[in-house]
């Protein structure tokens, strides 16, 4: 059975930072891409970045140079490195594995996900 486990989320005062992770289980992921989405309340999942199997990087613009996503295949995990974090990056972020090598933006480029963790940032 395929697992995506989220973990690193928590309450953290504007401009500071966290780390995500998240570990995969029952199959290995290292040729297909990887990626985090996130949710708040009220408004639809949205893409905030993904990485090839080949370590390309793809970021949205709301969080472009202030995010870092990373992989380890030998830990078959997956992190995302936020810094600079900013009340509206409060959302439910989710860890997503890719249906392709090259991933995509949209949710149903990823075939499975994670149950979440929950971000909160105060101002």
């Known amino acids: 059975q395929v697992q995506l486990v989220e973990s690193g989320g928590g309450l953290v005062q504007a401009g500071g930072s966290l780390r995500l992770s998240c570990a995969a289980s029952?199959?290995?992921?290292?040729?297909?891409?990887m990626g985090w989405f996130r949710q708040a309340p009220g408004k639809e999942r949205e893409f905030v970045s993904t990485i090839t199997f080949a370590y390309s990087t793809n970021y949205a613009d709301s969080v472009k140079g202030r995010f870092t996503i990373s992989r380890d295949n030998a830990k078959n995990t997956v992190y995302l490195q936020m810094n600079s974090l900013k009340p509206e990056d409060t959302a439910v972020y989710y860890c997503a594995a890719a249906r392709t090598s090259y991933g995509g933006l949209t949710t149903n480029d990823y075939a499975y996900w994670g149950q979440g963790t929950q971000v909160t940032v105060s101002s």
């Open positions: 029952g199959r290995t992921f290292s040729n297909n891409a």
